[in-house]
C-alpha cells in the first residue's frame, strides 16, 4: 500500500474499538465488523495495555534562542512532536520484547495546540506525553510542556497540545501498511466515553478538511484560485483578505525527513506558524504572536526534494484576535504535480513594542469598500 493510501484510510476505517469486549468469546457474540478484531486478539494475548507518560528533558542553551530572546515555536514543536512519536511507539510495541519490524506513528491531525507562555535561556524543560484514547488504528496523545526556572525553583505550564496519530509499519518490500492497535485501559467507563467523544469530534472536522483535499484533486475546486501564492498586493485595498495574503516556500532537503524520506509533520508546522504571523502582522501593521493551534490536518505525505509552500490569509477578526486559515501545497519537482497536503486554523494575537495586547483593524469585505466608495 502507497502510504498516501493510509490518509485516506484513517478517514473510513477507523471505527471504535470497545474497552468492554476484553474476551475472545464477546467478540465473536458481537457485530461482524469485530471478527478481524477478534483474529488479532488470538495473537496478541496481552492486547490490553495501559498507557505510561513519557517524559522527555531538555535543557535551553543560548543557541535555541532567536533575536527577540525567545524560542521560537517551531523548536517547540520538534520537541513535542518527538514525544508523542515515543509514546505512540511505546504504547504499541508494549512489552512484547521481540522485533516488531519498522513501526511509527505518523501524526494525521492537531486538535488543540496552546502556546501559553514563552521558554527563555536556561530553562529546564520537561516534555510529558500520555496516550489518553485509543480506537482502531489510531490514538490520541496529549502533550504538556513545562519549564522550571533554575534560579528560583518555579515552573510554569508554557504549552499544551493534542495530538492524533495513525500507526503503520513498513514491510520487506517496503510497502506501508496500517496496523491495528491493541485497546487501552481506561480509569473508568466516564475516561473512555469523553475519549469516544473527542475521537467523533476530530473525525468529523477531519472529514470537513477532507472533502477539500477531494475537491482540488478532482478539479472541482482549482488550487491556484484559492490559494495563488504570488498575489500582487498593489492591487487590493488595505485591511482586505487579499491585502495581507502571504506565502512561504522551502525546499523539503534530508535533514526535514524521517528514515522514509517523508517531510517531518513539524516541519510543516513551523512553515505554517510563521506564515501565520507574517499575515496577521501585515494586516495590523504591529507585530503578533501565535496563541493557539486550534486544527491542522495532514492529508498527503511530502517526500524529499519537494517544495513546500504554505498560504496563509486572515479569515476573521475581533478585538485582539486574528483567526488565519492556512493551506500547504507541495510541488514534486521531478514531475510538476501540486498537491493540497494540509490545512489548519491558527489562532494570533496583535502586540505592542512592549508585548502588550493591542486593537485589531477590522477585516474589510467587499460589501464595506463599496461602502465606503460611496
Known sequence: MAISKIYRRLLTNLSFLPRTSTKFGGLLSQNNRYLKTATFLRCQPDYTRFAAPV?????????YVDVTGYVPNGEVIKMMEQAGQIA???????????????????????????FRQSLFPEDYVHVEAI??????????????????????????????????????????DRRVQIRQLPPLHYESFEDENEGHWRYQLQK????????LYIDY????????????????HKNFSKHTVQSSQMSLDRMIQASDCNSLGFSNASTIIEL?????????????????????IDSIN?????????????????????????????????????TGQRHFVANASFKLISMDK????????PLLTFADLEQLRL
Open 204 to 211: 468529523d472536522k477531519r472529514m470537513d478538511d477532507y472533502q
Open 217 to 232: 484533486n478532482t478539479g472541482r475546486r482549482r488550487l491556484n484560485e484559492d490559494w495563488n501564492s504570488n498575489i500582487d
Open 55 to 63: 517524559t522527555l528533558k531538555r535543557f535551553i542553551e543560548p543557541r
Open 298 to 334: 495532514f492529508h498527503r505525505p511530502i517526500r524529499i526534494d519537494s517544495l513546500l509552500t504554505t498560504v496563509a490569509k486572515i479569515s476573521t477578526t475581533s478585538d485582539h484576535h486574528l483567526n488565519v486559515k492556512i493551506a500547504a501545497i507541495a510541488e514534486e519537482l521531478n
Open 88 to 114: 505512540t511507539r511505546r504504547y504499541w510495541i508494549g512489552n512484547n520484547g521481540f522485533d516488531c519490524g519498522t513501526k511509527f506513528g505518523i501524526l494525521a491531525g492537531i486538535h488543540k495546540f496552546d
Open 131 to 172: 496516550v489518553t484514547f485509543v480506537s482502531q488504528h489510531s490514538l490520541e496523545v496529549k502533550i504538556d510542556v513545562c519549564a522550571e526556572d533554575l534560579s528560583v525553583h518555579e515552573q510554569r505550564l508554557t504549552n499544551s497540545a493534542t495530538l492524533w496519530y495513525v500507526t503503520a509499519e513498513v514491510m520487506e
Open 272 to 292: 505554517m506558524d510563521t506564515t501565520a504571523v507574517m499575515a496577521a502582522s501585515k494586516h495590523c501593521d504591529n507585530p503578533c504572536r501565535t496563541l493557539s
Open 354 to 361: 512592549n508585548g502588550n495586547p493591542i486593537p485589531v483593524p
